[in-house]
T-cell receptor, first 112, second 110 residues
């Protein structure tokens, strides 16, 4: 079936290093992708999004890359900080459907 | 900016009790939804609504009811709580592609 999945359930990085969190999707009809950050005890928080007509989009310290050929999405966090420790998950949707598909998440641990 | 507001934050219920989780959004979004989040399973859709007066079932609707009398409010009712409904519940809303979540309601059924 259609699914959104993450390759690494837990990622540990040193403070100051760059982090890369990956996501695979399988629905070719999806044309909009979102990354969320979820801190312990809180709701998912929107980080960045990207449309399928783009390959890359940058935000503040975050970059999302989309490779439609292999149906792969990644979130890059530059100069990872302790406050970046959280669960990150991706979501996909085909525009106009409201049918969101969420991944289970990757836990990012920032080591001091 | 309130966004999506859920109440209560925490609740303990006895098996068989009923309760309502409240959700309100102030962004005039047409789409609202309820998800439950369980360890290792990600977000699962319970019920959703694409506008006032319109509701539909999601992936795991059994044991839950919803109504959408106004654009702003989308309450989730547990009819007869069961231990399997112990979970974290998130309300969400959207006007286009980006979906925004509330802070969550932690429910324990004993």
């Amino acid at each position: 079936g259609e699914s959104v999945g993450l390759h690494l359930p837990t990622l540990s990085v040193q403070e100051g290093d760059n982090s890369i969190i990956n996501c695979a999707y399988s629905n070719s009809a999806s044309d909009y992708f979102i990354w969320y950050k979820q801190e312990s005890g809180k709701g998912p928080q929107f980080i960045i999004d990207i449309r399928s007509n783009m390959d890359k989009r940058q935000g503040q310290r975050v970059t999302v890359l989309l490779n439609k050929t292999v149906k792969h999405l990644s979130l890059q966090i530059a100069a990872t900080q302790p406050g970046d420790s959280a669960v990150y998950f991706c979501a996909e949707i085909a525009s106009g459907t409201y049918k969101y598909i969420f991944g289970t998440g990757t836990r990012l641990k920032v080591l001091a | 900016n309130a966004g999506v507001t859920q109440t209560p934050k925490f609740q303990v219920l006895k098996t068989g009790q009923s309760m309502t989780l409240q959700c309100a959004q102030d962004m005039n979004h047409e789409y609202m939804s309820w998800y439950r989040q369980d360890p290792g399973m990600g977000l699962r859709l319970i019920h959703y609504s694409v506008g006032a007066g319109i509701t539909d079932q999601g992936e795991v609707p059994n044991g839950y009811n919803v109504s959408r009398s106004t654009t702003e409010d989308f309450p989730l009712r547990l009819l007869s709580a069961a231990p399997s409904q112990t979970s974290v519940y998130f309300c969400a809303s959207s006007s286009g592609n980006t979906i925004y979540f509330g802070e969550g309601s932690w429910l324990t059924v004993v």
